[in-house]
Nanobody, 126 residues
Framework: QVQLVESGGGVVQPGESLRLACQVS????????IGWFRQAPGKEREGVSC????????YYADSVKGRFTISSDNAKKTVYLQMDSLESEDTGVYYC???????????????????WGQGTQVTVSS
């Protein structure tokens, strides 16, 4: 079975950093796009950053460009999200998810992703 486990969330002050990790198992790692999504209270779930399956092309939401960096470790079957210069607007539950043989463009369509992790809470507050 497909499994995705997020870790690395926490409570930080504005301007600080966090590094999230999504460890995956149960499917060929290079056959799936993997994405990070977030949902704040009262808001719709949005794509934050995604990486394509084989070519590993990358997508970032406009709101996080220049602050967040996604990376992939194929040996560890893990995707990371380095989040720098965090703002209060970044607060929410962060999820990772997969989509079969997809370009990172599909980060804009979270409803098309099939398998999801349990989420990890990120809180940015002074």
């Amino acid at each position: 079975q497909v499994q995705l486990v997020e870790s690395g969330g926490g409570v930080v002050q504005p301007g600080e950093s966090l590094r999230l990790a999504c460890q995956v198992s149960g499917f060929p790692f290079d056959q799936y796009a993997i994405g990070w999504f977030r949902q704040a209270p009262g808001k719709e779930r949005e794509g934050v950053s995604c990486i394509g399956n084989s070519d590993r092309t990358i997508y970032y939401a406009d709101s996080v460009k220049g602050r967040f960096t996604i990376s992939s470790d194929n040996a560890k079957k893990t995707v990371y999200l380095q989040m720098d210069s965090l703002e209060s607007e970044d607060t929410g539950v962060y999820y990772c998810a997969t989509r079969f043989r997809s370009h990172s463009f599909y980060c804009r369509l979270p409803d098309t992703f099939g398998s999801w992790g349990q989420g990890t809470q990120v809180t940015v507050s002074s």
